[in-house]
T-cell receptor, first 116, second 108 residues
Framework: NAGVTQTPKFQVLKTGQSMTLQCAQD?????MSWYRQDPGMGLRLIHY???????DQGEVPNGYNVSRSTTEDFPLRLLSAAPSQTSVYFC???????????????FGSGTRLTVV | SQQGEEDPQALSIQEGENATMNCSYK?????LQWYRQNSGRGLVHLIL?????REKHSGRLRVTLDTSKKSSSLLITASRAADTASYFC????????FGKGTKLSVIP
């Protein structure tokens, strides 16, 4: 199994450009989320999804859109890139909580984005 | 605001010593999880402790949870150079919020 796959690994954008960060998982996980990691700030939650067709905002959603049309994919769209969005982006997935139980996350290897 | 906050920010020890990291959180949680991140890599899940558990072991890892103090600790026994990494706690239910991490350096 590949786990969580993020593409691209590196990207440089110009201010104002848009792009989509891809995230795919092959573990049939229902829960998926996006985090950004900045020096001195730790990981901050951008958006998350508890299943296909259901998304919600996290701590820092401004400037980002998500959609979840399938269980496997959870792309993150930057609408108009700004230098403040320079960061490392991580996608994570986890099993559903139908039984009220909790499971660990599987993280992707990250996308390092620079906005100039 | 961040739910999990790790302490200390950095820790340097000799190989073979034990390493203890702490995590505090703010609101009621369903579970607390610890992750390791090697430089330039994604986070790797280490251990999960549920809110009704007080202690959990996995190999050289020991995690405690005190819900009355809203705190957790991660103990790595007999540390190795390969344990050098950043360690994060994630607190919540299915939606986890993380702190800034503890950077552990194990000196051979």
């Amino acid at each position: 199994n590949a786990g969580v796959t993020q593409t691209p690994k590196f990207q440089v954008l110009k201010t104002g450009q848009s792009m989509t960060l891809q995230c795919a998982q092959d573990m049939n996980h229902e829960y998926m989320s996006w985090y950004r990691q900045d020096p001195g700030m730790g990981l901050r939650l951008i958006h998350y999804s508890v299943g296909a067709g259901i998304t919600d905002q996290g701590e820092v959603p401004n400037g980002y859109n998500v959609s979840r049309s399938t269980t496997e994919d959870f792309p993150l769209r930057l609408l108009s890139a700004a230098p403040s969005q320079t960061s490392v982006y991580f996608c994570a997935s986890s099993r559903a909580l139908n039984s009220g139980d909790s499971y660990g996350y599987t993280f992707g290897s990250g996308t390092r984005l620079t906005v100039v | 605001s961040q739910q999990g906050e790790e302490d200390p920010q950095a820790l340097s020890i000799q190989e073979g010593e034990n390493a203890t990291m702490n995590c505090s959180y703010k609101t009621s949680i369903n579970n607390l999880q610890w992750y390791r991140q090697n430089s330039g890599r994604g986070l790797v899940h280490l251990i999960l402790i549920r809110s009704n558990e007080r202690e959990k072991h996995s190999g050289r890892l020991r995690v405690t949870l005190d819900t009355s103090k809203k705190s957790s600790s991660l103990l790595i026994t007999a540390s190795r150079a390969a344990d050098t990494a950043s360690y994060f706690c994630g607190a919540g239910s299915y939606q986890l919020t993380f702190g800034k991490g503890t950077k552990l350096s194990v000196i051979p």
